[in-house]
């Protein structure tokens, strides 16, 4: 095996096989106690689970291509802020895009609202939460951004010399793109696609949140039955299942990623701007689409988190409510000295402290990992799919593992006897670790996507030329690869400060985030509760907007 | 031969990291203290709460740290005991509910301490009578109702179950899943206590012909469905706490004159939660005090605006506002501890059938 592979292996090993091994073993013994009507209910819930998670990512892949487009070849006006639209609701809890859509969409929801004025109708037109449109769209609205980004840089990298001798050779637009532009953009369009549909097909917020009851995927299930039943058997069982899947989605993408053609050379360009009168319409409802699918539910959030609703109780379709601050000045007092009180800089600076150490530890992981694979020898042909399990995974199962793996000692004759005191599920580093499971998958693909575009002669000459392997790195890679870094290190980013899978089940109230305080106020009625919320979801936004236009900012300085 | 070198450092830093992070962080809280300052941990739910003045003052009496572990909802935090009890995690667990309760007792969690404020307790909640599981609060499970929006409608709110299957009720109503959802399953428990079993099918058959909204969880339905949350949602009835009213009036950005909302005191399911010694705890004598204190009047007159719960001590006195807008149900629901984990699954199977699809 190469080595530089063996980090992430060994990292997986411990952080994720581990875990999971255990858990799965334990639960997995009794399995002759699960009753038939289980597996009656499994076949509903696996073809709803492939259905939902198809049609979401083929959703996905056919609204963030022209998009990919527009970010990677044209240049508009408010592009640095658009860009940075797109990657935010990806980190952001389900709660909160609920909230959001609900916001919007919502029975009492701006649309509705002005379709009912304006119709002069008793009961809303728009049925959408609770609908198989509302989990579709929301997966739409969480994933795009992974086709926007990986498809994106690949479709900037493209020489453009290659479509521009077709159309001199007679080949019409539309079969430039055919025949020349996707061919070469399979390997990022393939991962970005594979990606989307592993977040969809373990999908659990949003299938409860905006799906409502009636639906249930794999991992919803998992959870019901871990949570609630305590019927961990049956979680196993279904964990194990959603595992295969995963693993047959894997093997088939390295499968088909191999078989395509050579890598070529990359020619970073300069975007253009539209010239005719014709592209600049496209850009435009392009760029329109853009803000109506973005912008609207994610103001709708900032938006809520000033206005106060509560002064005009029993005229409530009565507009015009009262701006206010209050939410925000009241998350810096502890009103009712609560021991868990979460003042708004501590939990951002949690936040963003797991955030960068995941970056960091999933970069140092990923990158050496991707180089490996790259050219992959037998072995690492053999693990490639294996690495990828993580996305996977249900995150219920994994979080029991920790907690089955990680409650005392990993090597307990170091610390004999200390038991409780010094398990490693105490330590807080536990929750950057879990993130970078998560992340490292979508680090290493990412890179992988992006490596594979390197020829091997650009080091190969660099090397003969007389480069010491750190120059033929910085010199070839670094200058080909830091765009493909960067979105990765973005990626792992918004993993950990979204926070979504594993880290939820193993959250330190001693170090609480931003998402932990929005969850806390959200467990109690009352308007302030809702109203500290989506000021604390606000917050979470804006910093996270802010730290992703500025990683990119740094991106496009350090290029030219 | 450089890249074996790299490679090596790099795993060397990240087993350190690993090493230092299972020694280093303990230590740390060790050396901070005193030498005879000992931890106690708490493994509890997301919902605990309790203000920093009363849990200090236990902290100073007993020279002791507190830790709590806050895991997840009711079930989720009890299932962690339950897996983890051969290395428990923590020295106490609070939060385990009448619904959970045989669960917890048949996984043999908890050690039996007989404390001496349980002599106060009414006995209506002392459901364990070996006293591995100790009472500590209650609270009734009820429909709330928007009242203002009944007052537009000049209609009053619903005095019965039997009236929610009016027509003047059809679609006014969400309830959250029973299985993912602990008021939600309490209002099930509550109309298979009036209706018995199978007749509470029977009444869901009609409440599902009566357009009731069935939602994954509490913050749903009342933060997106219910109409007189700030959500502001298309339902003026939702299954909440009867203690929730008294948290609109508190919680209300700008001071009222009244509760927006009121609890139907009929059909409410009475929750008691609990709190034990999980076996094989290193700090039994610590833990005895942690429970007193729980019961002690201190910590009961401080749950009921910190958790919205009431205290089992009949000692404890009320806070006013508390007082003023929660109210307890004169007839609750409450089948036995038994028979609720009996037919949990059963149940819930049959009630998902019959609504959901």
């Known amino acids: ?560 | 031969m450089k890249r074996l070198l790299g490679t090596l450092s790099l795993l060397t830093l990240f087993l350190a990291a690993c090493a230092a992070s299972s020694q280093v962080l303990p230590s740390e809280t060790e050396a901070a203290a005193s030498p005879a300052v000992r931890t106690l941990t708490v493994m509890t739910h997301d919902s605990f709460s309790a203000s920093e003045a009363v849990i200090a003052a236990f902290e100073q009496a007993n020279q002791v740290n507190l830790v709590f572990l806050k895991s997840g909802d009711a079930g989720a935090a009890l299932n962690k005991a339950i897996l983890s009890k051969d290395a428990p995690l923590a020295d106490v667990f609070y939060g385990v509910d009448n619904t959970f309760l045989s669960r917890a007792l048949a996984a043999g969690v908890f050690e039996a301490y007989n404390a001496p404020l349980l002599a106060d307790v009414p006995i209506e909640f002392k459901l364990d009578p070996q006293n591995r599981a100790l009472p500590v609060d209650f609270g009734d499970v009820c429909l709330n109702y928007d009242k203002a929006w009944f007052d537009g409608k000049k209609m009053p709110g619903p005095a019965s179950l039997d009236d929610l299957l009016k027509p003047e009720y059809r679609g006014l109503l969400v309830v959250e899943n029973p299985a993912t959802s602990s008021p939600g399953l309490a209002f099930l428990l509550a109309t298979i206590q009036k209706y018995g079993d199978p007749g509470y099918l029977e009444y869901w058959r009609a409440l599902k012909a009566n357009d009731v909204v069935v939602v994954d969880g509490w913050e749903t339905a009342y933060y997106t469905n219910f109409s007189a949350s700030s959500g502001r949602g298309p339902q003026p009835l939702v299954v909440s706490y009867a203690t929730s009213p008294a948290a609109e009036f508190i919680f209300a950005p700008s001071p009222l004159a009244d509760a927006p909302t009121a609890s139907m005191l009929q059909g409410c399911f009475r929750q008691v939660e609990f709190v034990g010694i999980l076996k094989g705890s290193p700090n039994r004598a610590l833990a005895e005090k942690f429970i007193d204190f729980m019961l002690s009047r201190a910590f009961q007159e401080d749950m009921p605006l910190q958790m919205f719960v009431y205290p089992v001590n009949p000692q404890a006195a009320l806070p006013a506002d508390f007082a003023r807008f929660a109210r307890l149900a004169p007839n609750p629901a409450s089948l036995p501890v038994d028979e609720i984990s009996a037919n949990r699954e059963k149940w819930l199977a049959a009630w998902t059938e019959v609504v959901l699809h």
């Not at chain 1, 096989?17 to 597996?39: H, M, N």
């Not at chain 1, 527009?70 to 980190?91: G, N």
């Not at chain 1, 206005?307 to 701006?323: C, I, K, M, N």
């Not at chain 1, 037998?378 to 996977?392: A, I, M, V």
Request: hydrophobic content about 55%; overall charge positive.
């Open chain 1, 1 to 560: 095996m190469k080595l530089r592979l063996l980090p992430a292996v060994l990292f997986l090993g411990i952080f994720f096989f581990l875990p999971l091994g255990r858990i799965l073993a334990l639960s997995l013994a009794p399995l002759s106690q699960l009753d038939a009507a289980l597996f009656s209910r499994l076949a509903d819930v696996l073809r709803f689970t492939f259905f939902q998670a198809a049609a979401s990512s083929l959703l996905t892949v056919l609204f963030g291509l022209p998009l990919a487009f527009l970010f990677a070849r044209v240049d508009f006006p408010l592009k640095p802020f658009l860009r940075t639209l797109t990657a935010i609701p990806f980190m952001l809890p389900t709660v909160v895009v609920a909230a959001a859509f609900n916001a919007l969409l919502g029975p009492r929801g701006w649309f509705n609202l002005a379709l009912m004025s304006a119709l002069g109708l008793s009961q809303p037109p728009i049925i959408f939460l609770g609908t198989l449109g509302a989990i579709l769209a929301a997966h739409v609205f969480y994933n795009a951004t992974i086709v926007i980004r990986l498809v994106g840089n690949a479709w900037a990298n493209l020489d453009p010399r290659l479509g521009q001798a077709a159309r001199s050779l007679g080949a019409s637009p539309a079969s430039v793109f055919w025949q020349v532009t996707l061919p070469l953009l399979r390997p990022a369009l393939l991962a970005a696609t594979l990606l989307v549909f592993l977040f969809d097909f373990t999908s659990y917020g949003v299938i409860l949140l905006l799906g409502g009851p009636k639906f249930s995927t794999i991992e919803v299930e998992i959870a019901l039955q871990a949570l609630q039943m305590l019927n961990l058997p049956a979680a196993a069982l279904l964990s194990l299942i959603q595992l295969l899947c995963t693993l047959t989605f894997s093997v088939l993408y390295t499968r088909s990623l191999s078989r395509l053609a050579a890598p070529l050379k990359p020619v970073p360009q300069t975007p253009r701007r539209a010239q005719t009168r014709l592209e600049r319409l496209l850009v435009a409802s392009l760029v329109c689409v853009l803000l109506m699918f973005y912008a609207l539910p994610l103001l709708a959030l900032p938006l809520r988190s000033i206005s106060r609703l509560e002064a005009q109780r029993g005229q409530r379709t009565a507009s015009g409510p009262a701006l206010t601050l209050e939410y925000y000045t009241e998350l810096f007092i502890n009103r009712r000295g609560s021991i868990f009180y979460i003042p708004p800089a501590t939990a951002a600076r949690n936040s963003l402290a797991y955030a960068g150490l995941t970056v960091a530890c999933s970069l140092l992981l990923g990158f050496p990992a991707a180089q490996a694979l790259a050219r992959p020898g037998r072995l690492e042909k053999w693990l490639d799919p294996l690495l990828l399990l993580p996305l996977g995974a249900s995150a219920v199962t994994l979080g029991l593992g920790y907690l089955l793996t990680f409650n005392r000692p990993l090597v307990p004759f170091l610390v004999p006897g200390r038991g409780l005191a010094l398990s490693f599920l105490a330590s807080p580093l536990i929750v950057p670790l879990a993130h970078t499971t998560i992340a490292l998958p979508f680090v290493i693909r990412s890179l992988q996507a992006a490596l594979a575009t390197i020829p091997p002669r650009y080091r190969e000459a660099a090397a003969v030329l007389g480069a010491s392997p750190w120059q033929v790195w910085w010199q070839v890679d670094w200058k080909i690869l830091s765009r493909a870094l960067v979105s990765a290190g973005a990626f792992a980013f918004t993993v950990s400060l979204g926070e979504f899978g594993a880290a939820s089940l193993l959250a330190r109230p001693e170090y609480p985030t931003l998402p932990t305080a929005i969850f806390r106020f959200l467990s109690q009625p009352g308007g302030m509760n809702y109203g500290q919320a989506l000021a604390m979801a606000t917050i979470l936004m804006t910093i996270t907007g802010l730290a992703i236009g500025l990683i990119e900012k740094e991106r496009v300085a350090g290029e030219f």
